[in-house]
């Protein structure tokens, strides 16, 4: 494979203390030599979420891309029509794909770019390994992502509660935020239909850093099974808290071209809501990668309670 002269000279550029790098160098849209790749995988595993400027890619080119680190899924268990004509792996974020994908009042309560604080689709006994997100369309202010560290965010907590937490399991359920299962609208069928739920350990080991994450999210995560619900609650809230301190996240401008690449096993991201009542345009399409399934610190895997596991396209 040939190397470009670009990716001889890849910098890696920290954007915060703990989450997130720039990387400068490197033409996307061109096979990767073997060195750029390991330079990419080493950033990801330690600041979890990386970024590149001026990438010239379409859906191809994003696919292409995404298959040098891993297997590619489809967009989304729940992609259906909503994927472009040609390319199931490619689920767009936008308010149009989000209306066809699942309905309006969907985007009405979750808003047009998805939910709040969340890793990509953890109801699923294998949540994807990686995300990769591209931009093709940005309003002209507003619109970032936020990315936050959930293994600092583990070490951050004192010893008395680690200790707690490693042993805890909770269950992610789609559509638990905002009760999708009643819904009239598209979503509503579909979680009923074929719905997507697993329990996984509340401290999930990454299988490649060997680090402890805090492994729930306020999107999908309904509850830690065999506490009372007052108790789940409790705990729940304050680790959704200690997820989301600035400390542990960075914050990423959109333009059209950039690209975010995530370790969906050691962060969490939150879509933006700044600019859905200004009308501005918003496109961008995201792949994600065939992930594992979680292990907690006891060895113990999670533990399917719908839905099959979730493989290459």
Request: a negative charge; charged letters at 25%.
């Amino acid at each position: 494979m040939t190397t470009s002269v670009t990716e001889s000279r890849i910098t890696v550029e920290p954007q915060s203390g703990w989450t997130g790098a720039l990387i400068s160098g490197v033409d996307l849209s061109k096979p990767l030599s073997e060195e750029a790749v390991a330079r990419i995988r080493e950033a990801l595993l330690t600041w979890k979420v990386v970024f590149f400027r001026d990438q010239d890619l379409d859906h191809a080119g994003q696919i292409a891309f995404g298959k040098q680190f891993g297997e590619v899924t489809p967009g989304h268990p729940y992609e259906g029509d909503a994927a472009p004509p040609g390319f199931p792996e490619i689920h767009t974020v936008s308010p149009e794909a989000y209306d066809q994908r699942y309905g309006v009042a969907y985007r009405k309560k979750q808003g047009a770019n998805g939910p709040g604080w969340h890793a990509d689709v953890t109801p699923l006994i294998n949540p994807p390994s990686h995300s990769i997100l591209r931009a093709e369309v940005v309003p002209p202010y507003g619109g970032d992502t936020q990315f936050s560290n959930v293994a600092a965010a583990y070490d951050g907590l004192s010893a008395p509660l680690r200790r707690f937490i490693d042993g805890l399991r909770a269950e992610h359920r789609f559509g638990s935020s905002f009760s999708a299962e009643r819904s009239k609208e598209k979503i509503g069928e579909l979680v009923r239909s074929s719905p997507l739920a697993s329990v996984h350990p509340v401290v999930r080991v990454h299988p490649e850093s060997g680090e402890r994450v805090i492994y729930v999210n306020p999107s999908f995560t309904r509850e830690i099974v065999d506490l009372s619900p007052r108790e789940s609650r409790h705990i729940l809230d304050l680790l959704f808290e200690e997820v989301a301190r600035p400390e542990y996240t960075v914050r990423f401008k959109w333009e059209p071209g950039s690209v975010a690449f995530w370790d969906n096993r050691a962060v969490l991201h939150l879509a933006p809501k700044d600019v859905e009542h200004l009308g501005h345009d918003r496109v961008l399409h995201r792949i994600t990668l065939v992930g594992d399934v979680p292990v907690g610190v006891d060895g113990e895997e999670s533990q399917s309670l719908a839905g099959e596991r979730f493989g290459a396209a």
